[in-house]
């Protein structure tokens, strides 16, 4: 590809779900305010829980440390769908028919209850029926489609097999599953938004939540020292920012994956595509102002490791070129998701002995459904005291023997990043171009350097404020971000995402 053509990536990454919908404005927690249910985070899940308990009469407060939908729901691609790779064989294998029965219908009743909102509700949110697919170009994965196929249907999903799609993309298999969904997710949520505050409840934004006290209520306070209490509490962070108890750092890591969009004079055949096997590659159409958008996606990573990130956004252009030869590259991001050992979400009670702490986290990038059927979860646990689908999301089912495997990898990888971090030298020179960011040796300290464009050189302590781990440049979004559980800060030490809620020192400070 020519440089010209790849001149867009020198510009800073915009969200079309972010630039085609306006900030909101909803204000500060400011003074001691209680509510039936304190919600932490207004993306998707915190939202949909909030507008679900609203309707059956409990009062919420939606907190959110920056502003609604900002955050992993406003970088998502948006699929509607019960299609999550081969996750009903996987379940199958792991928990068994009736855990993989649970999590069909689950999804499967999302999709009809996301539908239902924005029909009874009249959201224009470019929601459009899709069939959804997953396709493979290798002999060795028909099998493994023909037989999530078959399980699929037999859960009751319209699922079907098919050796021919109509992308321009030579397969071997796709299993398709029909009357799956897209759209705008802003659009939709600004939309329940609007439903939410009055009558006792509340959205505050910019009001970060840095403890949660459990007294005789919850007692939920902000870095401003504003005061939240409720008799029970939602985490929907995203990452849980909640570190007192459940060990959740060790059973949740975090993959970033990569966007971008281009217009093209060949006409887009409708549908939502996704590739069963490595690279990851997904498809689907968005309605922009200029007409239709093809958003191209993949290059998943765990977050914090792996190549210079802007190789990841280079690579997708070069496939998205290659399979749109015409192709003129519009917008671009990236985003950030929380994945479990088993490939199910935790949605229902923290622990066991927490009845009135809930928590939604661990989509595996697909939340759109997984939000949902979150929200149904813990709605019908506070107001029923059970769910049809709470064992299968249980946050605290037994680890089986495929997942604790997995665990040990895992906690392996922090352990050496852990380690890896503090042992490594680093450079003494601090030459550092405008754009260019090192670690450097500052007075015997280790100090993250970042010059920008005007020349200015911001210092940061590149010591992860969640459990110490050190920090890597992420070139393609100018942050530094955690190898670790993905925390990850701005170039002036703000925190972008968490699990930590203290933002770095400033190297400036370090070195006074
Ligand atoms: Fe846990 Fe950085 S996010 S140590």
């Not at 108890?245 to 595509?273: C, D, H, W």
């Amino acid at each position: 590809m020519t440089t010209d053509q790849l001149a867009f990536l020198n510009e800073p990454p915009n969200p079309y779900w972010l630039a085609s919908t306006p900030t909101t404005n909803y204000p500060q927690l400011a003074d001691e305010i209680s509510a039936d249910v304190a919600i932490i985070g207004a993306g998707i899940t915190g939202l949909t829980c909030a507008y679900l308990l609203k309707s059956e009469g409990i009062t919420v407060a939606v907190v959110d440390a920056d502003h609604v939908c900002q955050g992993t729901t406003g970088h998502t691609t948006a699929k509607i769908t019960s299609q999550h790779g081969l996750i009903y064989s996987k379940i199958k294998q792991q928990m068994g028919h009736e855990a993989a029965q649970q999590y069909a219908v689950a999804n499967e009743t999302a999709i009809r209850k996301i539908e239902e909102l924005i029909r009874v509700r009249k959201i224009d949110c470019n929601f459009r029926s899709q069939n959804a697919y997953l396709y493979t170009e290798r002999e060795g994965y028909i099998k493994k489609i023909e037989e999530e196929a078959k399980l699929a249907a037999q859960l009751g999903i319209e699922a079907s097999v098919t050796e021919e799609i109509d992308l321009p993309i030579k397969i071997k298999a796709a299993l398709c599953f029909a009357q799956q969904a897209q759209f705008h997710p802003r659009k939709y949520l600004l939309s329940l938004a609007l439903d939410i505050p009055g009558n006792g409840s509340y959205i505050f934004e910019q009001s970060r939540i840095v403890d949660i006290d459990d007294k005789k209520k919850y007692v939920l306070k902000t870095s401003a020292g504003h005061r939240l209490n409720a008799d029970k509490v939602i985490i929907a962070s995203h990452y849980p920012c909640y570190n007192k108890a459940g060990l959740y750092f060790a059973r949740i890591y975090q993959e970033r994956s990569y966007v971008v969009t281009v217009k093209t004079s060949n006409p887009y055949p409708g549908g939502m595509y996704i590739t069963a096997e490595e690279p990851g590659r997904s498809f689907r159409s968005l309605e922009s102002e200029e007409g239709e958008l093809i958003m191209v996606g993949g290059q998943h990573h765990k977050a914090g490791q792996g190549i210079d990130t802007r190789e990841h956004y280079k690579k997708l252009a070069q496939f998205a070129q290659a399979t749109y030869p015409d192709a003129q590259f519009r917008y671009r991001w990236s985003t950030q998701d929380c994945m479990t050992l088993d490939g199910v979400p935790y949605a229902g009670q923290f622990l066991p002995s927490t009845p009135n702490l809930f928590l939604a986290t661990g989509y595996g990038k697909w939340g759109m459904t997984n939000s949902m059927v979150s929200a149904m979860i813990i709605r019908d646990l506070i107001v029923k005291g059970e769910s049809p689908w709470q064992h299968v999301y249980n946050p605290s089912r037994q680890t089986i023997a495929a997942s604790a495997k997995t665990f040990v990898v895992e906690t392996l990888n922090v352990a050496n990043q852990l380690v890896e971090g503090k042992l490594s030298g680093a450079p003494t020179d601090a030459d550092i171009k405008p754009g260019e960011a090192k670690v450097v040796i500052i007075d015997g300290d280790k100090v993250g350097a970042y010059r920008d464009e005007q020349g200015t050189l911001h210092l940061v302590d590149t010591t992860c404020t969640h459990l110490g781990c050190e920090l890597h440049w992420n070139a393609a979004e100018l942050s530094w971000d955690c190898p670790c559980h993905g925390s990850r800060f701005t170039y002036e030490g703000e925190i972008i995402e968490g699990p930590t809620v203290k933002p770095l020192k400033k190297g400036k400070e370090q070195i006074d």
